[in-house]
């Protein structure tokens, strides 16, 4: 048993020594995540994202949660749901009413976690996407990272959907939208994801959100779990540029 102990804490050693890189080149960097898949998830798979979510937090990036809400439910209540589960994991979270980069850069400064309900208290009952609430906040911020959740993994590689392209360039995502290989499930995600990095955002990227753990795989591990669209190859990490 104590041999099974000492493995699996070796194991452990071995995957923060291994995202050490990826922690230190995204310290300080600001991430806007669109919470894009939250009617996917149960309680407790809710509850674990909202986890790796301040985890993020705690290893020095700034992470900004950009939600919606069905008509007919509380947006502001539901605001303030989503900031209580972040604040349950250990962390400080506060719900914001519309994009105010004022705010927001205060809330950052002062070590919260904004949490944006794209209405206003003079707009509630309009609709609005939280897709382009969330393009919106990541230009205005000037982002590192803009985060898609949503029930789409990717960009496939192939039509009978094994595997999704870890990273692709503007250049090769025009290309393929022209062919009809990007499905129409992600296309509205990519369309913004384009404008995002036109806009100065470094990479957009596209997760399955009902995948657990898949912030943290995506941004701390090699291969990552999802697409991640750069401007162009210089956008590349030295591990991504070893890639076949």
């Not at 503007?170 to 290309?175: D, L």
Request: glycine share 6%.
């Amino acid at each position: 048993m104590e041999q099974k102990v000492f493995e699996e804490i070796e194991r452990k050693a071995e995957i923060l020594i291994r995202a050490l890189p990826y922690i230190r080149d995204f310290n300080r960097q600001v991430a806007v995540i669109e919470y894009g898949c939250r009617k996917y998830l149960s309680p407790v798979a809710e509850q674990d994202l909202m986890q790796d979510i301040a985890l993020l937090k705690t290893v020095g990036m700034k992470p900004v949660v950009v939600h919606d809400a069905p008509m007919g439910v509380d947006k502001f209540r539901e605001n303030k749901r989503i900031a209580k589960l972040l604040e349950l994991c250990g962390t400080k979270a506060i719900g914001v009413c519309g994009i105010d980069s004022h705010t927001l850069h205060m809330m950052l400064d002062n070590d919260y976690i904004p949490v944006i309900m794209p209405n206003d208290i003079d707009n509630e009952n309009v609709v609005i996407d939280s897709k382009d609430a969330a393009l919106e906040t990541a230009v205005v911020l000037h982002a590192d990272k803009l985060i898609y959740l949503s029930s789409h993994r990717g960009i496939w590689k192939d039509e009978k959907r094994t595997a999704v392209y870890p990273h692709l360039t503007v250049e090769k995502i025009r290309k393929m939208k022209e062919e009809g290989k990007v499905t129409e499930g992600v296309m509205s995600r990519v369309e913004r994801g384009l404008t995002a990095i036109e806009k100065g955002v470094n990479r957009v990227h596209l997760l399955d959100g009902r995948m657990q753990h898949a912030l943290l795989l995506e941004f701390f591990s090699v291969a990552g779990v999802g697409t991640a669209m750069i401007k162009d190859e210089n956008q590349l990490y030295a591990h991504e540029k070893d890639e076949d």
